[in-house]
């Protein structure tokens, strides 16, 4: 079965800093999905960015980018000129691209903080 | 705008009552759904995965009897907690996948906090 590590529970950054929020995960499939998911205190789980195994190129969503190293089965998330209302739990997610295995598995999530 | 719509935010019920969550996919059909279920500080516990017109496939530990769910729309998932007591207090939050999209991305909807009196 596939996990997701999350090693940081907490992090905390001065406004406009750049922070990054490190994940690693454990599979033996070559084909999979990997995702950043931001939880304010509302709860609403917000999808940050999404990355596709098959692709080298790194994603980037304006300020969020992601360093993907397959083979170590590494998915850090950098966060540049962090913003008050980057504040918020934020959880790396790992799917299958197989057909029927649809489910997304979380890692623990890591409480982001930032300092004005 | 939301994608998915989760109904009612907040409830409170007594102990021993069965109460109804609702999962809506706005603008699209959802073919799987998925309920978790969040404790305070804690990662999203997968409970089910729902889809349309058959039975849910649930998670080892889940009790199928105690958390119903039904999937009988291509835009609708509902939980049921049955004969709820303090214990199921908990935050529920469901997720639909959207077919078609690159990596059939999936949205959640924005929970609902379930207190048993």
């Known amino acids: 079965a596939q996990t997701v590590t999350q090693s940081q529970p907490e992090m905390s950054v001065q406004e406009a800093e750049t922070v990054t929020l490190s994940c690693t995960y454990d599979t033996s499939e070559s084909d999979y999905y990997l995702f950043w998911y931001k939880q304010p205190p509302s709860r609403q789980m917000i999808l940050v960015i999404r990355?596709?195994?098959?692709?080298q190129q790194n994603a980037t969503e304006n300020r969020f980018s992601v360093?993907?190293?397959k083979a170590a089965?590494?998915?850090?998330?950098k966060i540049s000129d962090s913003q008050l209302g980057d504040a918020a739990m934020y959880f790396c997610a790992y799917r299958s691209a197989s057909r029927g295995a649809q489910k997304l598995v979380f890692g623990q999530g890591t409480r982001l903080t930032i300092n004005p | 705008g939301a994608v998915v719509s989760q109904h009612p935010s907040w409830v409170i019920c007594k102990s021993g009552t069965s109460v109804k969550i609702e999962c809506r996919s706005l603008d699209f059909q959802a073919t799987t759904m998925f309920w978790y279920r969040q404790f305070p500080k804690q990662s999203l516990m997968l409970m089910a995965t729902s889809n349309e017109g058959s039975k849910a496939t649930y998670e080892q530990g889940v009790e199928k009897d105690k958390f119903l769910i039904n999937h009988a729309?291509?835009?609708l998932s509902t939980l049921t907690v049955t004969s709820a007591h303090p214990e199921d207090s908990s935050f529920y939050i469901c997720s639909a996948l959207i077919p078609g999209t690159e990596g059939n991305t999936i949205y959640f909807g924005e929970g609902s906090w379930l207190t048993v009196v």
């Open chain 1, 51 to 55: 990355q596709e195994a098959y692709k």
């Open chain 1, 67 to 69: 360093n993907f190293q």
């Open chain 1, 73 to 77: 089965k590494s998915f850090s998330l």
């Open chain 2, 73 to 75: 729309s291509l835009t």
